[in-house]
């Protein structure tokens, strides 16, 4: 595509804030019942966000296909996250409103999030509850039988509704259960171990996906009138991170190549309560719910040459400091906040552990203050999982926790209607540069996943296929489709016949370093420069010498790998070049050369306050930037404060 | 329009393959019923249950030969007599054969047809050893047991109701239910193959009659922790004392307290 | 450690699979199974032999994705605990591990140790969903559900869908993960209209797959979630109430 075609148009309305949603949705096309079924929708994804928008694409009466690599829709990577969902409902009467939640996740995205999109966000997040109960998804309640809240990092009132440490799982099998029903009634046409290898557009108008069939290894194309992509975050680019195995950027990276913008990749989120790393063979992090920061104190001891086991420290010699440097949020404070204040201690060298890469989350204080058995009702599988992969009970020593990367706020840029750049391709969910600034809240992501696919997608997307009433999709057998089938084709053949020494495996975690060294919790120029000398440099050692055995038809898990490796490697060059040209610090996105003197994160709301959106020239070019200046009319941009 | 489709409609995510069709549906709740397998088990614990309630009594009766043989002779007068004149002689007892040949004979309906859906639902069985944790001898051999069961009665009923050889001793005498007995018993490999069979007879009930409880849903430990652990109680102490005091039978003939 | 691995090794699902072996030396405690097996395969394909085909994601243990037959149990020694969990202190040097796919008609091989699990999927969808159209519902709070009743529902979703239960199961029965669901939605208020259905379609589809129960109890022991099989006892109530039920009266009860 050329640059002229590309328009940054947010489309956000404008108007009372309160009022923007829905006057847009009064304002949008409809399309009639009897019309609905002869629009085809293609739904990538079985998240939150592609079940969720799947099913209710369904239910209003669309033609929808849905396909996923994992071998059920319930496997999505959304299973597996722990905390909670954040609703407005204020039924602890704590003085929530949509308002506060507006206004909190503006102030923790650290001002470089869209207004409109936020509000929109904190206004459906009420309506998610209500749905995700009414689908029996069994929230914790309390005695009386009303639902039970908790408050999460970054919030100053108790609004995360949660499923014991299972809040994810809970919520997935509630949009997985509402998709398979709608599959049950002929309206969704689901396609499990089915993975997107290619996004094909015609006259730069997406016309569909080619995918490959991971157990017959077929490769397909599929046209439809929208598609939407609800792929999740990119967040392995780190190869050790809290995302399952699985998750890629490949998706929403090929989507990049024909065209879609991508936004704030550097905006990356290290989460601050994950188990460190105990050895090289480690394949992934586990996170440890934030959740577990209401109750339990974190601290390092004093001394750089601490040698006593936690409990036989004295109280004088242990340092709390995020209660010392925070004291208004203490342990709650937000994530970037509270893992760069643990990044800073581990550096001085006051790390714990063998290898000296954590700090304590103790729990001794509130065992003492509610009693164990309240705790372990609270957190009991947490500790459980915590036991199972340290050998420690946190009961009797406190946890070990390090940040790790969990979660990506930058993705395909998206206008308020979540299309990308590319007509008819929207993104959902993580997958979309979202509406989450610099920094995502907790409990935020899939309350962002639930309301995209619930409640926006469902209205915007229509607005579109009103346009196109009459219009037959691309045919599959139209030559965008069988050259892109081929190019796929040709890209596995290319990959089996390098033959080379080492696994794809090996060139990920070669990456992952080179990524999580100099472009993860803290950037700077130098080495920000170095990884973009040295990641070229990597990949084209990958390209020569990676070894893929076996061949492309039936399964061929390192075959699946190694692509996904090689979008990462892209990526990781634009995470880097993203980081570089954002001279400011902000939310997760922070430069050394960019702080306060008390080391806090600096921004430059002069000359950044906007969206960086990379647009892709062919390979080995760097890609463009484009911006779209963001404007507060609400929330003034402040220096974010959590003293 | 139903949720569930015929295998044939299963859509393409549905990769791995049905081993039966769904179950036709049938006006009769009953038959209904006794199609799925679910039913099935219900089935075999309600006639379970009066197989169990049957092996109980007969036992108890036959607790009457310690009691000489006039008392016992006249007890199985008594049955053959039971409800006479309102029902002719035997009548009575015959609506309870009747009952008994039916639960009997749909007791191993059920078992003999959920077998064979076990067999077919795992063709190809696991190369390497299984580490069982609850499966034991007992549960494991239902089917065994079960058979083991049924040879004996039709033994059973050849020695001591039809009175035909061999099972029979020479001396049988239709009515001297204490002397056939007696006589019977007294050839050891015969109170041998009493005392087996009812080993069997306990260790099949000793899972059975602590299975009914899981199989009729009148669940326990999660929703009623009082009650779990009466159920192995239970089965433990109902198998014991039937096979017990039925084994103790051939044993007193050998060593002469009865006969 | 140093490890002896016995593999099973299958082409595809036609394929005649075998049992391969395999040195893992220098297993360090702290190493997850599946972290064990990643090293194997790395190794595999340095001696450029096709590695392993084995299925994980979350390696949290709560994706479900994770199975393996380990030394003749399902998911390993470990009880309450997933395959992606289990970590290697739970063996000891010069230990033999055995390695086999779950099996079960309803769970065809894919390849070596990935096996297809979609009928987990069929029964799901004969009925395992309230229905509850995306709309504007009734306020969240309008519907209490007593705690000890949540808990419970919250216990039985717990599941994560492994096929665990199938694979420990003597006769391959599907009815723990089945009763499960029916007893996370039949437990709640919400769940109430559409239960007698639900049972009797989602029952009715698990037999079209799966082996009968004959309460082994096998399963609640190599369940990750500790499921119980009270569950089970639930549902077989549940079943035959449906059978009996009018349900012309059921506005009366709920
Ligand atoms: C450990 C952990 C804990 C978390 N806890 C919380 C929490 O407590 N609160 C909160 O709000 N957020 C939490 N998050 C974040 C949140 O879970 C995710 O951001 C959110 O679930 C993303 O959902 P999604 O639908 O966008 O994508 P996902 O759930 O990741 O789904 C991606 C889907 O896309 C499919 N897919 C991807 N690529 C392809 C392809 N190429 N072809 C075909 N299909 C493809 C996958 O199969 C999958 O179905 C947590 C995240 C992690 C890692
Ligand atoms: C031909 C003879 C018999 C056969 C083949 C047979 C077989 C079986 C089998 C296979 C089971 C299933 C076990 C289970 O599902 O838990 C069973 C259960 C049972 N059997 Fe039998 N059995 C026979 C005779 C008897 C007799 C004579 C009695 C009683 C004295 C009896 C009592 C029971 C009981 C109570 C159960 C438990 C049912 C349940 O699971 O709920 N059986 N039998
Ligand atoms: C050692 C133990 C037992 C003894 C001494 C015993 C004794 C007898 C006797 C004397 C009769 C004949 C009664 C008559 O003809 O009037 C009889 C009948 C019968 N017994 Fe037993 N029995 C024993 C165990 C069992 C068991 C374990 C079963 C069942 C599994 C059983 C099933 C029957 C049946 C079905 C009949 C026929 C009853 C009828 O005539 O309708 N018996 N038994
Ligand atoms: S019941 Fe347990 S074993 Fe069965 S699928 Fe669910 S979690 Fe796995
Ligand atoms: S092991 Fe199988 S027999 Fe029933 S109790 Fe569990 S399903
Ligand atoms: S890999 Fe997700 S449960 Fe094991």
């Excluded at chain 1, 995502?440 to 229509?462: E, H, I, K, N």
């Excluded at chain 2, 239910?177 to 080993?199: E, G, K, T």
């Excluded at chain 3, 499960?180 to 109430?192: C, M, V």
Aim: glycine residues 8%.
């Amino acid at each position: 595509m050329s640059t002229a075609t590309i328009s940054l148009d947010s489309k956000a309305p404008s108007g009372d804030i309160k009022d923007r949603w829905d006057n847009h949705r009064f304002d949008m096309k409809l399309v009639n019942p009897s019309n609905k079924r002869k629009f085809t929708v293609l739904v990538v994804g079985t998240g939150l966000a592609g079940a969720a928008a799947a099913a209710t694409l369904a239910q209003l009466g669309y033609q929808v296909k849905c396909f996923t690599f994992h071998d059920s829709p319930r496997r999505a990577h959304s299973i597996a996250a722990q905390g909670g969902i954040n609703g407005a409902k204020n039924y602890k009467n704590d003085g929530d409103s949509i308002y506060r939640l507006f206004y909190d996740t503006v102030k923790g995205g650290d001002f470089r999030a869209r207004e409109s999109n936020v509000y929109r966000l904190a206004q459906v997040s009420v309506d998610i509850i209500d749905q995700c109960v009414a689908q029996g998804v069994p929230f914790a309640r309390e005695y009386g039988g009303l639902l039970d809240n908790r408050s999460f990092g970054g919030a100053q009132v108790s609004r995360t509704f949660y499923a014991r440490g299972q809040t994810g799982q809970q919520l997935l099998l509630g949009a997985y259960q509402a998709l398979m029903q709608q599959v049950a009634l002929g309206r969704v046409e689901m396609h499990t171990k089915t993975e997107l290898l290619d996004v094909v557009t015609k006259d730069g108008v997406c016309a569909g996906i080619v995918t490959r069939d991971l157990a017959s290894g077929e490769v397909k194309s599929w046209s439809g009138h929208a598609t939407l992509l609800c792929t999740g975050g990119y967040g392995n680019a780190f190869y050790l991170s809290t995302n399952a195995m699985n998750c890629n950027t490949t998706a929403i990276w090929r989507a990049h190549k024909k065209g879609a913008l991508f936004a704030n990749p550097c905006y990356t989120q290290i989460h601050p309560t994950c188990i460190p790393v105990s050895d090289e063979f480690q394949s992934k992090l586990t996170l440890m719910s934030e959740s577990l920061r209401n109750d339990g104190r974190i601290w390092v001891p004093k001394n750089f040459d601490e040698s006593r086991p936690a409990d036989q420290i004295p109280e004088e010699d242990r340092d709390y400091y995020l209660e010392r440097r925070y004291p208004a949020f203490g342990n709650l404070a937000p994530r970037d906040i509270a893992s760069r204040a643990a990044k800073v201690v581990v550096d001085e060298g006051r790390g714990v552990g063998p290898l000296k890469n954590g700090v304590y989350l103790d729990f001794s204080e509130s065992i003492g203050r509610l009693g164990a058995d309240v705790v372990f009702e609270r957190y009991g599988n947490l500790f459980d999982m915590y036991e199972r992969i340290t050998d420690e009970d946190p009961a009797k020593m406190p946890m070990r926790i390090y940040p790790a990367s969990h979660y990506t706020m930058g993705g395909l840029w998206v206008d308020y209607n979540l299309m990308t750049t590319v007509p008819g391709l929207y993104a959902l969910g993580e997958a979309n540069f979202s509406d989450h600034g610099a920094n995502r809240l907790g409990a935020s992501a899939l309350m962002q996943g639930l309301a995209d696919g619930y409640f926006v997608a469902p209205y915007t997307v229509g607005d579109y296929l009103a346009g196109m009433l009459g219009q037959k999709p691309v045919s599959t057998d139209d030559p965008v489709f069988v050259e892109a089938e081929q190019g796929v084709r040709n890209e596995m053949h290319r990959w089996i016949s390098i033959g080379g020494t080492k696994s794809p495996d090996y060139y990920h975690r070669e990456l992952g370093k080179l990524v999580w060294d100099y472009c993860g919790m803290a950037r700077d120029e130098n080495g920000l420069e170095k990884a973009l000398s040295e990641i070229p440099a990597l990949r084209e050692e990958f390209e020569k010498n990676v070894r893929v055995l076996g061949s492309p038809d039936g399964v061929n898990q390192s075959l699946e790998k190694v692509g996904r490796v090689a979008d990462f490697f892209d990526l990781g060059e634009l995470m880097c070049r993203d980081a570089l040209t954002r001279e400011e610090s902000c939310g997760g996105h922070f430069r050394v050369e960019h702080q306060t003197e008390d080391g806090e994160a600096q921004r430059d709301d002069e000359n950044f306050s906007f969206v960086s959106a990379w647009e892709w020239k062919e390979p080995g070019t760097p890609q463009e930037l484009h911006k779209e200046p963001l404007v507060f009319e609400f929330v003034k941009p402040a220096q974010r404060s959590y003293k | 329009m139903t949720a569930t489709k015929e295998p044939s409609e299963l859509s393409s995510d549905i990769s791995s393959r049905p081993i039966a069709r769904r179950q036709k549906r049938s006006p009769f709740a009953v038959i209904d019923l006794y199609r799925s397998a679910v039913g099935k088990k219900w089935v075999m614990a309600v006639t379970g249950i009066m197989l169990m309630g049957f092996v109980l009594v007969h036992m108890i009766g036959n607790t009457k030969m310690y009691f000489g043989a006039e008392g016992f002779d006249s007890y199985a007068e008594f049955l053959r007599m039971l409800a006479y004149p309102l029902l002719p002689e035997t009548g009575a007892l015959w609506l309870f054969r009747m009952g008994l040949i039916v639960a009997f004979g749909l007791h191993m309906q059920s078992a003999y047809s959920l077998t064979v859906l076990n067999r077919r639902a795992r063709p190809v069985g696991y190369q390497s050893k299984r580490d069982y944790i609850a499966v034991n001898w007992a549960n494991r051999s239902m089917r065994w047991t079960g058979i083991i069961i049924l040879l004996f009665l039709i033994f059973h009923l050849m020695d001591l109701t039809w009175g035909r050889a061999p099972a029979a001793s020479g001396q049988f005498v239709f009515g001297q239910v204490y002397d056939n007995v007696a006589f019977s018993m007294q050839r050891w490999p015969v109170a041998l193959i009493y005392i087996a069979s009812n080993i069997a007879l306990g260790v099949h009930l000793y899972h059975g009659s602590w299975s009914i409880f899981q199989t009729l849903g009148t669940v326990s430990a999660k929703f009623n922790p009082r009650h779990n652990p009466l159920r192995r109680s239970f089965a433990l102490a109902f198998a014991i004392i039937v096979a017990g005091v039925n084994i103790s039978f051939p044993i007193a003939v050998l060593t002469g307290v009865v006969g | 450690m140093n490890l002896t691995l016995k593999v099973w090794r299958q082409e595809g699902p036609n394929a005649s699979g075998h049992f391969a072996t395999y040195q893992a030396s220098d297993v360090k405690d702290e190493m997850s199974f599946l972290e064990m097996l990643d090293v194997v395969n790395e190794n595999l394909i340095e001696e450029g032999q096709e590695p392993i085909t084995f299925d994980s994601d979350c390696r949290e243990g709560i994706c479900g994705t994770c199975s393996l037959m380990i030394n003749g149990q399902a998911h390993g020694p470990q009880k309450g605990t997933t395959t992606c969990q289990l970590h290697m202190r739970k063996f000891h040097d010069g230990q033999t591990v055995t390695i086999e796919p779950f099996r079960a008609a309803a769970f065809p091989i894919v390849r070596d140790l990935m096996i297809d699990r979609s009928a987990f999927d069929a029964i799901i969808r004969a009925g395992g969903y309230i229905t509850a159209d995306t709309g504007a519902p009734r306020d969240a709070n309008e519907i209490p559900v007593p705690k000890p009743a949540a808990d419970t529902a919250m216990d039985a979703a717990a599941c994560i869908g492994c096929g665990a239960c199938v694979a420990a199961c003597p006769n391959s029965a599907g009815q723990l993960f089945t009763s499960a669901k029916l007893a996370h939605l039949n437990l709640l208020p919400q769940g109430q209209s559409e239960r007698w259905k639900r049972t009797e379609d989602m029952v009715e589809t698990m037999e079209m797959f799966f082996g009968s129960c004959t309460n082994y109890g096998e399963c609640q022991e190599a369940c990750p979630k500790e499921i119980p099989i009270d569950f089970i006892a639930l549902m077989n109530r549940d079943y035959l109430k449906a059978k009996f039920k009018n349900r012309k009266l059921l506005g009366q009860q709920v």
